[in-house]
């Protein structure tokens, strides 16, 4: 069992320890400031360094199945209709119509308005008999696989009053979905008013009922790694099921050293409370290499247990059609253009 | 699932290999005087590469009148501002032929080429670059109005870093106006032969780089030459010694890089997954085949069952192998001599009863492999904690004050660098100021560049490389 920094108690008091942190501030922001700092260079070249794996081939197509099987698909414009939303479903049913043997993405994100007609979509074809998964049998259909998620909690600023956010929290449950993305309020967190998100976390989560919590830390708005990983575990500490990094609101989205930190937190998080929690980097990654590259930092950095889509997620729009392209060009041979690749 | 990663090797097509090599002396690839040879192997496959010549004296005293004519008529003679097109274009071409020298290093080496093409090329590359920024500058360097060349410098090089070693050496001794006859290790020549060529493609006038190959007897032949002005020498301190003793009374002027056994010290505060990474780098780096290499690490006891722990996991995913393989983080062994010698040292550690772990790793049948190792439980009375292994062994020792850091870090007859790892200012500087390492590393370790100088206190050697201290080492201040 690993140690915490400052605690020298055994593993089965360290987890009653965390468990009480959330009721002062005090011990709250003790134990924060106590996680080991994250060096900025260093976490940096270790994400470069990650970066110049060469993944090819067999490798490559296997990493390809599994980027796609953890895409969630999202669209989270003012612009979004009823008809985009459920043209956005049908894709992540069969994200390529041309290849029954092509995996369903891991979920549909959208905002609370439109997640009754994304439930349409996907519960109509629960019955439905669609093809099952990959060719390796890693992801098998069925009713519910494709995932359901709604950005809550007012999106993106999270600046309404807390009964607001859990309202709108409520109401993506009840319309339908089974994954919910709140995002933290970063004033209170910035300002070292801990306990106050810590509080918001945990309302969120009552109010999610069995739905899973996907926390945004908008690190993009974070400024520092060190807060990252304070944030990260502000977030496991409070009950979120997943750690997520941006809204893709503001102008930086998900980067790899972020990533990285973030991966890092939740492995120790599992070491110190056997609680294992999924993490997701959202915006800005747009291609194929992009992806593998995070998966070999999550291969390298928490292992095989979290190369699934249950603990790891690409919050990402125009990822999926470049993910089927090179899925396309690594079992034809050739590149075919992206007109044969469905927009959305 | 479990994310296995193909192959991805690097293609060897890029190199053209001769059978054989000759010496390079005034501007040409000439056959040795006796016709000896040598044979360069592959050490991760134990292939022959090349048949090399094997110089004797007749033929370093070729190559030594061929740097003195061309010191004498061209190189001495010649305005700073054009040496410095000459190893400006050396660099350029080296960067334009870099993947071609990086697949010829690792092939000669052993090391991985995700080092070779990331790490040793762009430096090479840097360090022609930089001190062909120097070549019409003398005068500013610091040394004097009109600061004067020394004359024929003989340069030893190790095989470690083969063609880094090689711009280490050559780059400043030209810049400052000297001519040179550089002998490089008999295990890795390859490299140093390519760059026998560039010099020819960059018009290199003959005689201002000779390239004489062969083992240690070739060595000594070049250092007790008495047409050398200057000896620079990188490798063990027992060569060095020797070379001290020959060159003692003469007029050479001596620069010496040597070994090391330098403490990485870890701190309570310090960024612990940063801190791993730098312990893995290093003594992992280049399979510990670093004169600098962070051999000792010294973990404050506080945090010294989680760093281990974290470190432990880190190397399980070191992958060792395939030294083309661009996914390869080690290598192999140089050679089967420093097989041997790290195999002796680690069953020494194990017989003075230090613990030794290393991940599973299944190594390559043909070639020389070891698997990364750590040893804890060591002291400071222990052969793993006092002798240099160079090679990709850890020995592990706990501390509680700072003061003891330092009195542990400092307690070897080395004293080339060492690495702090702590997220408080103060205790770094505070640090830095009471090691005797002539490069100390704070929240990183293993970072070179050509600006910095670079050198050891003790029995680490004397003289600096790099920067504007290495420029004094080739001119008579």
């Not at chain 2, 930089?130 to 090089?157: C, E, H, M, S, T």
């Not at chain 2, 290598?331 to 030794?356: C, F, H, Y």
Request: with cysteine; hydrophobic share 40%.
């Amino acid at each position: 069992m690993r140690r915490l920094p400052g605690m020298t108690a055994t593993a089965t008091s360290a987890r009653s320890d965390l468990s009480e942190l959330g009721r002062s501030e005090t011990a709250l922001r003790n134990f924060l400031h106590g996680l080991p700092g994250v060096d900025q260079v260093g976490a940096e070249q270790r994400a470069a360094q990650l970066g110049t794996r060469s993944i090819k081939t067999t490798a490559k197509a296997r990493a390809i199945d599994l980027a796609i099987r953890m895409v969630d698909l999202t669209t989270l414009e003012g612009a979004d209709t009823p008809g985009k939303v459920r043209a956005l479903a049908a894709k992540a049913l069969r994200p390529d119509p041309a290849d029954p043997s092509c995996p369903h993405v891991g979920a549909v994100c959208v905002y609370p308005a439109m997640v009754p007609y994304v439930a349409e979509v996907l519960r109509g074809s629960a019955g439905s008999g669609r093809p099952s998964g990959g060719p390796d049998g890693n992801a098998p259909a069925g009713p519910g696989v494709v995932h359901l998620a709604s950005v809550a909690t007012a999106f993106p600023s999270g600046q309404a009053p807390l009964e607001v956010k859990l309202a709108d929290t409520r109401a993506a449950v009840a319309a339908g979905a089974d994954e919910i993305d709140m995002v933290i309020n970063r004033g209170a967190f910035l300002a070292g008013r801990y306990r106050e998100v810590y509080d918001e976390i945990v309302a969120t989560k009552q109010a999610c009922g069995d739905a899973h919590l996907k926390v945004i830390l908008e690190t993009g708005e974070l400024a520092t790694y060190d807060n990252v990983r304070r944030a990260s575990w502000l977030a496991m500490l409070a009950g979120g099921d997943f750690i997520k990094t941006s809204t893709g609101k503001v102008p930086v989205a998900a980067t790899l050293p972020v990533t990285l930190v973030m991966l890092e937190a939740v492995r120790d998080f599992r070491a110190a409370t056997g609680r294992q929690v999924g993490v997701k980097p959202a915006g800005g990654i747009k291609n194929t290499k992009d992806a593998i590259k995070y998966l070999v930092m999550v291969n390298e950095t928490v292992g095989p247990d979290w190369l699934d889509p249950d603990w790891f997620r690409f919050g990402a729009s125009s990822l999926l059609n470049d993910l089927l392209m090179q899925r396309t060009k690594l079992t034809t041979g050739v590149y075919s253009g992206p007109d044969y690749f469905t927009l959305d | 699932m479990i994310f296995e990663y193909a192959p991805a090797p690097e293609s060897r097509s890029v190199v053209d290999l001769k059978p054989s090599y000759g010496l390079f002396v005034d501007g040409e690839f000439v056959d040795p005087a006796d016709g000896g040879g040598f044979k360069s192997v592959n050490p991760a496959s134990e292939e022959v590469l090349a048949e090399i010549a094997e110089a004797g004296s007749a033929d370093v005293d070729r190559a030594v009148r061929a740097a003195r004519t061309a010191y004498e008529k061209v190189w001495g003679p010649m305005p700073g501002r054009d040496r410095a097109k000459y190893l400006f274009r050396i660099a350029r071409i080296i960067q334009e032929r870099s993947r071609e020298l990086a697949v010829l290093e690792s092939l000669d080496n052993g090391k991985p080429i995700r080092e070779s093409r990331d790490v040793d090329l762009p430096l090479v590359a840097a360090h022609f670059f930089y001190y062909a920024g120097w070549a019409d500058k003398l005068p500013y360097a610091g040394f004097g109005p009109n600061p004067r060349p020394l004359g024929v410098a003989a340069q030893v090089i190790p095989w470690n870093f083969p063609l880094l070693m090689l711009a280490w050496k050559i780059a400043p001794a030209l810049a400052a106006g000297n001519t040179v006859v550089l002998k490089p290790a008999e295990t890795t020549p390859l490299t140093a032969l390519l760059f026998a060529e560039i010099c020819q493609q960059a018009e290199l006038p003959a005689g201002v780089v000779n390239i004489v190959t062969g083992a240690g007897d070739t060595g000594r032949a070049l250092v007790e030459h008495p047409g050398v002005d200057k000896v620079a020498f990188t490798g063990s301190t027992e060569v060095g010694k020797a070379i001290a003793r020959s060159v003692a009374g003469t007029g050479k002027k001596v620069t010496l890089e040597l070994g090391g056994k330098a403490a990485n010290i870890v701190f309570d505060d310090a960024p612990v997954d940063q801190a791993v990474e730098g312990i893995v780098n290093g003594i992992f780096f280049n399979q510990g085949h670093v004169c600098c290499a962070g051999s000792r690490l010294l973990v404050q006891e506080s945090v010294a069952e989680q760093v281990l722990e974290s470190l432990k996991r880190r190397m399980a995913l070191l992958r060792v192998g395939d030294p083309l393989d661009k996914n390869t983080d080690i290598g192999a062994i140089n050679s089967a001599a420093q097989l041997a010698r790290i195999r002796e040292l680690s069953a020494a550690g194990e017989a003075e009863g230090a613990e030794r772990w290393s991940p599973p790793c299944e190594l390559p049948e043909r070639g020389f492999w070891f698997a990364p190792t750590i040893f804890t439980g060591v002291t400071q009375a222990h052969r793993i904690a006092r002798e240099e292994i160079f090679g990709p062994v850890l020995s592990v020792l706990t501390f509680r004050t700072p003061a003891e850091a330092v009195e542990k870090a400092n307690n070897t007859p080395y004293g080339l660098s060492a690495g702090i790892w702590t997220d408080k200012g103060s205790r770094i500087l505070w640090m830095a100021d009471r090691l005797r390492a002539g490069v100390v590393w704070a929240n990183t370790f293993n970072k070179f560049d050509p600006t910095s100088p670079f050198g050891g206190y003790k029995e680490s050697g004397y003289g600096r490389e790099g920067g504007r201290h290495g420029l004094e080492g080739y001119l008579g201040v």
